[in-house]
């Protein structure tokens, strides 16, 4: 059976019906909310990794906490994706989680390469 077959309504005559997601406003302030999270979350982790007693010299402590701090952004990564199935606009929320997570990731491993590069004396500057 084609659906050609089927009745036609006066609202459906040979129209398709709109998408919701599409016509879903998103509020101002949810919308001010992603530009801005992300904005001040990556000015805290830029002035926090410049703040950070970076000195050049690799231990056992230092490999720790870049250790954890891979656990921590996997964990934050892991609760943005749970925060995004729960959101009333989830794609404003993946931008928002992609713009935060990011950076995050990226000092990180800045900060990593930083060390590494810093802890070897027969490395060329």
Do not use: C, N
């Not at 002035?47 to 906490?65: F, H, I, K, N």
């Not at 943005?80 to 989830?90: F, K, L, N, Q």
């Not at 990180?108 to 500057?125: E, K, M, N, T, V």
């Amino acid at each position: 059976m084609s659906d050609s077959a089927a009745p036609r309504t006066p609202d459906t005559a040979g129209r398709r019906p709109p998408r919701r997601d599409r016509e879903q406003h998103v509020p101002r302030s949810a919308a001010v909310l992603v530009l801005a999270r992300p904005v001040l979350v990556t000015a805290g982790l830029v002035t926090a990794y410049y703040l950070l007693p970076l000195d050049g010299r690799a231990s056992a402590t230092t490999v720790l906490l870049f250790g954890l701090g891979l656990v921590g952004v996997a964990l934050f990564f892991a609760w943005e994706v749970w925060a995004i199935t729960r959101s009333p606009y989830p794609r404003l929320k993946a931008v928002e989680a992609l713009a935060i997570t990011l950076p995050l990731f990226l000092l990180l491993f800045a900060g990593a390469y930083y060390l590494l590069d810093h802890s070897d004396p027969s490395s060329s500057r």
